[in-house]
């Protein structure tokens, strides 16, 4: 038996402040990660899949959602279990030929998404307010970062719950179609799948979308963080968990995840309603759909169309700029925290800076990141299987876990996602080579 099996919670462990925290708990990084999950990049991914293909393509949100609680779960038991965030644990467990390229790879695409996402918020706020593109990007992106710099963890915490809510104007805009109830219904329980590269490759985006890297490493350090805002601030102090405490996970997961798929399902049948039908099949962007709705679906529909990009942007900026600086302090062996001050933890914050920055100037050196939202996506799903290979290994290992090692169900759905998600990244890259 290792210690941390034989001591699921230390004893001078700080208990949790009582049943009003766990009811916001529910509502707090379950659904923020959710939240996260559907950002402007990913809005334009499920918007071009519903443009493409219409409602036939409405299958892949019941289908991908299991994949999608189970990732985020087995990240959220590895942060809470182990007390650190996902690169410290794969520092210490794996060699540093492992350790650096899912690192760089990680880091990469957090700096690519964020770049994106302003990009994102420039063009859909551009539809409301006639300001230039530029000049949004920069105004969000100083926003944003004042908010990290400046703010608490706590604050940041309480506002992204209010951005999530900007995701249900998917919701509404649905509605505004008027989709037909009986083709909804059989797309949504009859998968209809093309074996052609197109097909294939839209596949893939939304699943290396919808199980972005990012969400993985933000969750697993999401729940580092909450465990420090209940005291824990000792690595003995956060190893270890109740079974009350899984059971909150799991909860928390499962909302978030649900509130996340929810949104997934409705900008598809949102687009899938009004865009496929009127031959509108070529979308690139999140603005471009909103743009594209109001001669079908009136400006109404456009109007919460791009109120939705814009609000879940400045949720999944800081989330991404904020999950290079985990990535990367943790990759070194070094600290970083939201609860930290700049002063205390310079190289973390530095990176948020840093990134900020990039990502803006990526909008500005002739490098339009919207055009490739989906491309994105599709880097996403090939990087997916062997980031969710090591986060399988490690919730089975016992010197990782302890007497928290997955159960049969975790187990069996999680290889299932591992493998899923391999198969399709195969079967995307033989249509390419055939």
């Given amino acids: 038996m290792t210690e941390l099996a034989q001591r699921s919670v230390p004893r001078d462990r700080p208990a949790r ?48 959602l299991p ?12 942060g809470q279990v182990y007390g650190k965030g996902l690169f410290a644990i794969v520092r210490d467990r794996y060699p540093r030929w492992i350790l650096y390229p899912v690192v760089f790879g990680a880091f990469l695409g957090n700096v ?13 706020l551009n539809l409301l307010v006639p300001v230039p593109v530029p000049l949004i990007v920069v105004a969000a992106a100083a926003t944003i970062l004042a908010f990290q710099i400046f703010g608490s963890y706590a604050l940041l915490r309480s506002l992204f719950r209010w951005l999530a809510l900007a995701l249900f104007a998917y919701v509404a805009a649905a509605v505004m179609a008027r989709p037909d109830p009986v083709e909804v219904l059989r797309s949504t329980f009859v998968p209809r799948i093309r074996f052609d590269a197109e097909f294939l490759s839209m596949i893939v985006a939304c699943i290396g979308t919808s199980l972005s890297a ?56 949102s687009t899938g309603a009004t865009l496929h039908p009127a031959g509108k099949t070529e979308i690139e962007s999140a603005a471009q759909a909103a743009a594209a709705l109001e001669p079908l679906a009136g400006a109404g529909a456009t109007y919460l169309f791009a109120l939705g990009v814009v609000g ?32 205390e933890a310079k190289l973390f914050y530095g990176t948020i800076v840093g990134v900020t920055v990039l990502a ?19 880097v996403q799903g090939v990087s997916v299987p062997p980031l969710l290979l090591l986060m399988m290994l490690m919730t089975n290992d016992r010197q990782v876990m302890g007497e928290r090692v997955n159960g049969r169900l975790t187990n069996t759905v999680g290889w299932l996602t591992t493998g899923v998600t391999a198969l399709a990244t195969a079967c995307l890259i033989a249509t390419w080579l055939l």
Wanted: charge should be positive.
């Fill in 112 to 124: 690519i998404e964020a770049a994106a996402n302003l990009g994102g918020i420039g063009a859909a």
């Fill in 360 to 378: 803006v100037a990526l909008n500005f050196l002739g490098f339009n990141p919207m055009r490739a939202l989906v491309w994105s996506g599709i």
């Fill in 214 to 269: 990012y969400i993985y490493t933000w969750q697993s350090n999401q729940e580092v963080e909450e465990e420090i805002s209940q005291g824990r601030r000792t690595l003995r102090q956060r190893r270890g968990a109740t079974d009350e405490e899984l059971r909150a996970t799991r909860r928390d997961v499962l909302v978030g995840m649900l509130f996340s798929n929810l949104i997934l399902y409705f900008i598809i049948l």
């Fill in 17 to 64: 402040t009582g049943k009003a925290r766990g009811a916001l708990r529910i509502l707090g990084t379950g659904v923020i990660t959710g939240a996260a999950d559907d950002d402007p990049s990913a809005i334009g991914t499920y918007a071009s899949a519903g443009a493409k293909f219409g409602l036939a393509f409405l299958w892949i949100a019941p289908v991908v």
């Fill in 312 to 343: 879940v942007g400045f949720l999944a900026v800081p989330v991404m700029t904020t999950g290079a600086a985990y990535d990367l302090v943790q990759g070194v062996g070094a600290t970083g925290s939201l609860h930290a001050r700049p002063r």
């Fill in 67 to 78: 994949m999608m609680i189970v990732v985020v779960y087995v990240s959220a038991k590895l």
